[in-house]
């Protein structure tokens, strides 16, 4: 019914072969330092995705601050977990170019600063720019390659590393609720949040630890082409000096002809200063050489990322051309919302059944972060198993999502909002195979724009999800229509993954006649 792992990535299957010959000789894939790579991108998960899901407690806040409507406000934490993914294709232009650790660095500085500016804001359109656009940028600058570095280390346990990974949202939302919470009541919601702009800095750390892996054949001709360059920088320099001294010495000849009556201390004397300005000039030279070499070499790199880049969305190879890619996207379109939604409404829901004692003891959303650290290190663990390919995984865990957000507008109590909750938490634990799955699509060449359409698509998802929901509850005065509607639009998206694999088949079965007939 479901396509098999390997059937996924058949357009790239050489290109695996290919890659798992280079990086089976590396000490560092599946072991070493990509542990590190792990903690990395789960302390990101923590500090980006966790803040993001705990942004009701400033909600609330900026409601009592700011006394705008539901709908506007809501728009401050759809903009930024928004925008953090929508970025996803152009943050793949500065990982072509820059790479990850540099890309991360510098949206660790943006987040940071993103947060310290708004805890200075004086109404909501403020927060806008300074939390919605500046953060949120920043965000998806560190996010998408904290995913794109482990999928890179790792071959064999990719679906357990990016299970593993990723548990710092579920981490991180249980944390940051708590954390934000003190803080909004010990220090009020701007200190909060200069508070959280610090710690944010943090990120700049994990973007340092994303080390790039170079392959064996990659890193020999690097080391070539340094000793290359450095034999002839030493040839050019000791030619220069050998032109030097001979000029030298042909000078003090000629002085020595025309000023016989000088001494020779003078003459002596006058040779280190002449010396002295040649090599003066000759470094001016140099370095400005190198300046100029600098400047064409970053060039170079630059048209190489954007022709990567635009190749992979514009040109002939466009990622576009591979249907079940393109159902994958528009899968995207309507995913994230199904798993935004019940964050951001769920606090009220709880209010209007009067289920807030037992809801203060025991946060629903709480329940869904902790239990959805568990169903990504569970799905991961299966997904890399030999029994079942991880895109059944996948598909079976997305059916699970769907038929909770059916039902959860049933339940009227707290046990039974807990067990629907705690199954959204296991199910959405397959945003860990994600990557996985891409990369089966596209191969590891293209996961990085890959990945960045997928979570542009999610953004757009996460963007239009909560703000769609208040404003039918502005309508109807209820929640249900809510998650029924986007109930219907995400078996819409399901339902296209099963339906594009089936109609690729029916294409390719013509193919496969023809060329038995020419045989």
């Not at 890309?103 to 109404?123: K, Q």
């Not at 569970?378 to 890399?384: A, E, F, P, R």
Request: aromatic share 12%; with cysteine; net charge neutral.
């Amino acid at each position: 019914m479901y396509a098999s792992h390997e059937d996924i990535g058949y357009e790239f299957g050489d290109e695996s072969k290919e890659r798992e010959k280079k990086l089976r000789s590396d000490p560092d894939i599946d072991g070493g330092w990509a542990w590190m790579i792990v903690l990395s991108s789960f302390l990101v998960h923590v500090l980006i995705m966790g803040s993001q899901m705990a942004l009701g407690i400033l909600n609330m806040e900026w409601l009592e601050e700011f006394s705008q409507s539901r709908g506007l406000t809501a728009w401050v934490s759809s903009l930024s977990m928004g925008i953090t993914l929508i970025v996803g294709p152009f943050i793949g232009l500065f990982i072509n170019t820059c790479g990850c650790r540099k890309t991360a660095i510098t949206g660790g500085i943006l987040t940071a600063l993103g947060w310290i500016l708004s805890s200075y804001a004086s109404n909501v359109h403020y927060l806008f720019i300074t939390f919605g656009v500046t953060a949120g940028i920043g965000s998806g600058m560190v996010y998408l390659p904290a995913v794109v570095m482990v999928g890179e280390y790792f071959q064999k346990r990719r679906a357990l590393a990016q299970g593993l990974s990723t548990t710092g949202t579920g981490f991180g939302t249980f944390l940051m609720t708590f954390l934000l919470k003190y803080l909004c009541m010990e220090f009020g919601w701007r200190n909060a949040m200069f508070i959280q702009g610090a710690i944010c800095l943090n990120l700049c750390v994990c973007g340092a630890l994303m080390r790039p892996i170079y392959y064996k054949e990659e890193a020999t001709q690097n080391s070539g082409e340094r000793n290359n360059c450095q034999s002839k920088s030493h040839a050019k320099a000791l030619s220069c000096s050998a032109e030097t001294l001979t000029s030298n010495g042909i000078f003090r000849e000629d002085e020595k002809e025309t000023n016989e009556g000088q001494s020779e201390v003078e003459k002596l004397g006058n040779l280190p200063a002449l010396e002295n300005k040649d090599v003066a000039g000759h470094g001016k030279n140099i370095y400005a050489l190198c300046i100029l070499k600098t400047v064409s070499q970053l060039m170079v790199t630059i048209q190489k990322g954007f022709g990567l880049w635009y190749s992979s969305y514009f040109g002939a190879a466009s990622l576009f051309t591979n249907g079940r890619f393109a159902a994958f996207v528009f899968w995207a379109l309507f995913a994230y919302s199904t798993f935004v939604i019940p964050f951001i409404h769920l606090p009220e829901i709880v209010k209007q059944y009067h289920l807030s004692a037992q809801n203060d003891i025991f946060p629903l959303t709480s329940m869904i972060a902790i239990v959805h650290i568990f169903g990504k290190v569970i799905l991961g663990i299966i997904s890399d198993s030999t029994c079942i390919s991880a895109w059944n995984v996948f598909m079976i865990a997305n059916f699970t999502l769907v038929a909770c957000i059916f039902i959860l507008p049933l339940m009227h109590t707290y046990a039974g909002l807990a067990v629907v909750c705690a199954l959204i938490g296991f199910s959405s634990g397959y945003f860990s195979l994600m990557p996985v799955v891409t990369e089966d699509l596209v191969g590891i060449k293209h996961l990085a724009n890959a990945y960045g359409i997928i979570i542009c698509a999610n953004g757009i998802s996460a963007l239009l999800g909560p703000p769609f929901a208040g404003w039918i509850y502005d309508l109807t005065q209820k929640y249900d229509f809510s998650f029924y509607i986007c109930g219907l639009l995400y078996m819409m998206g399901i339902l296209s993954l099963l339906i594009q694999p089936c109609i690729g088949k029916k294409k390719q079965t013509p193919e496969k006649s023809t060329e038995n007939g020419k045989v």
